[in-house]
Nanobody, 116 residues
Framework: QVVLVESGGGLAQPGGSLRLSCAASGFTFNTWAMSWARQAPGKGLEWVAG????????FYEDSVKDRFTISRDNAKNTLYLQMNSLKPEDTAVYYC?????????WGQGTQVTVSS
């Protein structure tokens, strides 16, 4: 059974930082590409960042480039998203995604709120 559990969300001030984690189980983590997506209130799902299965390549949506860093620890079966210089428009539910071939799984999400 594939399980993805996000954590680390919460309230941050503009300009602040948060680090999200996604603990994975039930599949061979180091063979799956991983990504983060988010959904702001009243908006659709937006892809944020992705990383290859071995961590050799990372990709970012333009609005988070140079502020967010995606990483993974394959020994711990965990995906991370370091978010710096947070802005109110980063407020959203953040979801962890695992993808391999035609298979795809999602976590339950963690809320990030950026407000003063």
């Amino acid at each position: 059974q594939v399980v993805l559990v996000e954590s680390g969300g919460g309230l941050a001030q503009p300009g602040g930082s948060l680090r999200l984690s996604c603990a994975a189980s039930g599949f061979t983590f180091n063979t799956w590409a991983m990504s983060w997506a988010r959904q702001a209130p009243g908006k659709g799902l937006e892809w944020v960042a992705g990383i290859y299965s071995d961590g050799s390549g990372t990709f970012y949506e333009d609005s988070v480039k140079d502020r967010f860093t995606i990483s993974r620890d394959n020994a711990k079966n965990t995906l991370y998203l370091q978010m710096n210089s947070l802005k109110p428009e980063d407020t959203a539910v953040y979801y962890c995604n695992a993808r391999h071939s035609v298979y795809e799984y999602w976590g339950q999400g963690t809320q990030v709120t950026v407000s003063s």
